[in-house]
C-alpha cells in the first residue's frame, strides 16, 4: 500500500511503480505472447493441412465439408456456453440457414453461392434477433427448453405446410454458380469444399477475438455475477442477446454450407435431436478454446460414420461411452485432454489467456 | 467540521417507506447527500442500511417516497441506469466477476464507461489498462491483479469491489462496511488512501460503517439508523458521543 500512488485516482493513470514493479508481469506478458504465436502456428498448421485436402484425400473432401459445416454450427453453441448457457435448439437456425438458400434457389435458377451464404445469414440472424429478445429472459434449464419449444415449433411448420416447405421431403437446393461461373458436380464439390474452409476459418477467428473482447469478457461475467454487471451499467440480457444472435448467424452458416453440399434442406435438420447433438458435440470439443468445435466435430462424425460401418448401431454405445468418459475425467473435453497431453495447462495457471 | 448544506444536494431521498413482511426496513426515512460529504450510516444487524443502498441503486422499489439524484427521479430505475448517472456501488457481500482475473474485472467495467464495444479489441488492450492498474494498486490490489476472482481472500475481494466501483468514475461512491474483512492492520492505510482519493476527485460518498474509529475519522456526518428511522444525524463528534446513540447502537 503505497500512499503516493492516490495520485493516480482518477485522471493521472498509474505511477510508474506497476510498470516498474516485479520482473513476474513481463515475464507473463512473454509467455502469453509466446502462448499466442504458438496457437497462431497450429491454426496456420490446420488451415495448411485442410487446404490440400482435395489433392491428398480426395475421396474425404465431402466428408469434412460437411464436418467443417456442422462445426460452424458448434462454434455458435460454444459462444453460448461461455455465457453458461445451453440451447436446445439451435438446429432451428440450421434449418434457416438451410431453407433460405432453398427458397431462393428454387426462385431464382443460377442464383449465386454468395448469395445464398449472405441470405442465409440475414435470415438467421433476424430469427435469432426476434427470438433473441424472448429467450434472453431465461437462464439455465429456461432457457433450454424455451429455444427446444422454437424449434420445435418451427420443425412442424416445416413439415405441415408442405406446400410450401415441401413437407417432410423437404427442398431441393439447386447447384448455384460461384462468383458466375457455372460449375460441374465434381468442380463445384471442390469449391464448396474451400468457401466452407475460407467461412470456417475466418469465423474462427472472429469469435476467438470477439470472445477475448469486452463483450465476449462480459458474456462471461453473464455467467459468473449478473448483479455486478449490471452495477457497472450493462445489460446482462443485451449482452446474452448480442451472444445469441452471433450463435444464431453460425447455425445458419453452418446450415446453408450443409444443405448445399447435399443438396437439400429437409425439417430434418430443424428437429431436436440436431440440437442436442450440437450441444454434445460442443461438449466432446471442449467450450474452453474455439479449436474444441472443430475437433470435436470431426471426430463426432468420424465415430458415426466409421463405426457404422464396422457395427451396425455401434456409434451411439462408442459416443455415449465417450461422453461419460470425458464428463467424469475432463470436464473441459477434447480441449482439456490435449492441454494436459502437451503439458499446456501448466501454463494455464500462469497466464490468465491460456485459461479460454 | 464544515458544513456542506451549502453545496449542491446530490443524492435525496425522501419518505422512504419499505418493509418485508413484518420487518420495517425503512418507515419514513428523509437522507440527503451534499457534494464533498462522506455520510456514514451506523446502526444495529438488520436495521435497514443495506436496504437503503439497494434501493438508492434500484435495485428494491420502495413501497413509498423517493429518490433524487442531481434533481432527477431516479426511484426504482434499473440498477444499471442508475450506475450510469455516476452512482457506482461497493457491496457487503463482494460482487466481483469471478472467472475473470482481478484486472480483467476493472477492465470490463472501464469498457461499459468508456464504451468500448469494438467486438475485435482484445479486452486487455483498452487504452484505460494504467489508469485501472494504478486503481488497484490504490485500494492495495496490486497484488492479486492477475489472480482469478474466485481466488482471492475476504479481504481482496472487499478492495477488488470497491476498486470496480472507483473504475466508473462514479459522483457518488456507495460503499457498505468497506473495510470489513480486510486485515485490521491495513484496515486504516486503505481507508486512508481511498479517502484522500475520494476528496481529490470530488467524488462524494455513502458508507455504512459498524467501526466507529472508521466512522470518527472519516465521515463528515453521521447518520443513526435504527427500527427503519433516522435516529439522529449530525457530525461525528457530536453523534458519536450523544449518550442515546451510545447505548442504542455502538454499546449494544
Ligand atoms: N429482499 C429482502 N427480502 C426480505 N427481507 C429482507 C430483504 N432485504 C432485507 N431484508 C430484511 O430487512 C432487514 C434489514 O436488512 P438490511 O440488510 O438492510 O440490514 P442492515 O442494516 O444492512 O444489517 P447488517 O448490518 O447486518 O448488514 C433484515 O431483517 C433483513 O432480513
Ligand atoms: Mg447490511
Same mark, same amino acid.
Given at each position: 500500500?503505497?500512499r503516493?500512488?492516490l495520485?493516480?485516482?482518477p ?6 511503480t506497476?510498470a516498474?514493479?516485479a520482473?513476474?508481469p513481463?515475464r507473463?506478458?512473454h509467455r502469453?505472447k ?6 497462431l502456428?497450429a491454426f496456420?498448421?490446420?488451415a495448411v493441412l ?6 491428398t ?7 469434412i465439408a460437411?464436418?467443417l459445416?456442422?462445426g460452424?454450427a458448434?462454434l ?16 432451428? $437456425?440450421?434449418a ?13 435458377r443460377?442464383?449465386?453461392?454468395l ?11 433476424v ?5 433473441g429478445i424472448?429467450v434472453?429472459?431465461?437462464?439455465g434449464?429456461f ?8 424449434s420445435?415449433v418451427?420443425y ?6 408442405f406446400?410450401i ?6 427442398m431441393?437446393i ?7 461461373m457455372?460449375l460441374k458436380?465434381a ?6 469444399? $474451400?468457401v466452407?474452409?475460407l ?8 469469435v ?8 465476449g ?13 449490471e ?13 445469441y ?5 453460425l447455425?445458419g452458416i453452418?446450415?446453408v ?6 443438396g437439400?434442406?429437409t ?11 450440437l450441444?454434445?458435440i460442443?461438449a466432446?470439443g ?5 479449436a ?13 460414420t466409421?463405426a457404422?460401418?464396422l457395427?451396425?448401431d455401434s456409434w451411439?454405445l ?8 470425458i464428463i467424469?475425467w475432463?470436464?473441459?473435453?477434447m480441449?482439456e485432454l490435449?492441454?494436459r497431453l502437451t503439458?499446456?495447462d501448466?501454463a494455464?495457471?500462469l ?6 | 467540521?464544515?458544513d456542506y ?11 422512504l417507506?419499505?418493509?418485508f413482511?413484518g420487518?420495517?426496513a ?7 447527500l ?6 456514514a ?5 438488520g436495521a435497514?442500511k443495506?436496504?437503503?443502498?439497494n434501493i438508492?441503486?434500484?435495485?428494491l422499489?420502495?413501497?413509498?417516497g ?5 434533481n432527477?427521479e431516479?426511484?426504482?430505475q434499473?440498477?444499471r441506469?442508475i450506475t ?7 457491496f457487503?457481500i ?10 480483467e474485472n476493472?477492465l470490463l ?6 464504451r468500448?464495444?469494438n467486438p475485435l ?13 494504478g486503481?488497484?494498486?490504490?485500494v492495495?490490489?496490486s497484488?492479486v491483479?492477475d489472480?482469478v476472482a474466485?481466488?482471492?481472500p475476504e ?8 476498486a470496480?466501483?472507483?473504475a ?7 460503499m457498505?462496511?468497506?473495510t470489513?474483512?480486510?486485515a ?8 486512508e488512501?481511498?479517502?484522500n482519493?475520494l ?5 462524494s460518498?455513502?458508507?455504512v460503517?459498524?467501526d466507529?474509529?472508521?466512522v470518527?475519522? $472519516?465521515?463528515?456526518?453521521v ?6 428511522k433516522i435516529?439522529t444525524?449530525?457530525a ?7 449518550p442515546?446513540v ?7
Open positions: 500500500m503505497s503516493k500512488s495520485d493516480a485516482f485522471d493521472h493513470a498509474v505511477s510508474a506497476a516498474a514493479e520482473p513476474w513481463v507473463r506478458r502469453e509466446y502462448a499466442m504465436n504458438k496457437e502456428l496456420i498448421i490446420v485442410l487446404a490440400v485436402v482435395p489433392f484425400f480426395g475421396t474425404s473432401t465431402t466428408f460437411m464436418s459445416a456442422k460452424l458448434v455458435g453453441i460454444l459462444i453460448l456456453l461461455r455465457a453458461g448457457q445451453v440451447s436446445f435448439g439451435h438446429a432451428m $437456425y440450421f434457416i440457414g438451410a431453407y433460405a438458400a432453398a427458397f431462393l434457389s428454387s426462385a431464382f443460377g442464383i449465386d453461392m448469395l445464398l451464404i449472405g441470405a442465409a445469414i440475414l435470415a438467421s440472424g430469427a435469432g434477433a426476434i427470438v424472448f434472453t429472459r431465461y437462464r434449464i432457457f433450454g427448453m424455451v429455444n427446444l419449444a422454437f420445435m418451427f412442424s411448420i416445416l413439415e405441415k405446410a406446400h416447405t415441401g413437407g417432410s421431403d423437404g431441393r439447386r447447384r448455384p454458380t460461384l462468383l458466375g457455372e458436380r468442380e463445384f464439390d471442390i469449391a464448396i469444399y $474451400y466452407i474452409l467461412f470456417a476459418l475466418l469465423s474462427v477467428w472472429l476467438w477475438r470477439y470472445l477475448r473482447s469486452p463483450m469478457e462480459a458474456l462471461r461475467a453473464v455467467k459468473s455475477n449478473e448483479t455486478r454487471l452495477y457497472v451499467g450493462l445489460s446482462a440480457k443485451s449482452v446474452l442477446l448480442g451472444g444472435i452471433a450463435s444464431a448467424v447455425c453452418g446450415g454450407f450443409m444443405g448445399m453440399v447435399q437439400l434442406a425439417p430434418e435438420h430443424a428437429f431436436w435431436t440436431r440440437s442436442s447433438e450441444v454434445f460442443a466432446l471442449g467450450p474452453a478454446h474455439v474444441g468445435a472443430f475437433g470435436g466435430t470431426v471426430v463426432f462424425e468420424a465415430v458415426r466409421y457404422a460401418a457395427l451396425d451411439q462408442i459416443l455415449g461411452v465417450t461422453l461419460i468418459v467424469l475432463a470436464p473441459g473435453g480441449v490435449f492441454r503439458g499446456l501448466r494455464k495457471t497466464t490468465p489467456e491460456a485459461g479460454r | 467540521m464544515s448544506s451549502a453545496s449542491p444536494l446530490l443524492l435525496q431521498a425522501e419518505g417507506k419499505l418493509r413482511g420487518i420495517i425503512a418507515d419514513g426515512i428523509d437522507l440527503s451534499h457534494e464533498g460529504e462522506h455520510l450510516i451506523i446502526g444495529p444487524n435497514g443495506t436496504t437503503f443502498l438508492c441503486t434500484g435495485y422499489r420502495p413501497q413509498g423517493s429518490v433524487r439524484f442531481e432527477r431516479i426511484t426504482a434499473p440498477p441506469q450510469r448517472l455516476g452512482i457506482a456501488r461497493a457487503q463482494p460482487q466481483l466477476f469471478a472467472e475473470q482475473t482481478v484486472l476493472m467495467a472501464v469498457s461499459v464507461r468508456e468500448h464495444w479489441r482484445n479486452l486487455h488492450a483498452v487504452p484505460e489498462r494504467r489508469e485501472m492498474e486503481l488497484l494498486e490504490l492495495g490490489c497484488d491483479r489472480r474466485s481466488e482471492l479481504g481482496k475481494r472487499k478492495l477488488a469491489d470497491i470496480i466501483a472507483l466508473l468514475k462514479p459522483r457518488v461512491l456507495l457498505d462496511e468497506p470489513s474483512g480486510v485490521s492492520a491495513d484496515k486504516f492505510d486503505v481507508m488512501t481511498l479517502m482519493a476528496r481529490q476527485a470530488k467524488v460518498s455513502v458508507f460503517e459498524h466507529m474509529e472508521m470518527s475519522r $472519516y465521515a463528515t456526518r447518520a443513526v439508523w435504527a427500527q427503519g435516529q444525524t449530525g461525528p463528534e457530536v453523534v458519536l458521543n450523544d442515546d451510545v447505548r442504542n447502537v455502538i454499546g449494544g
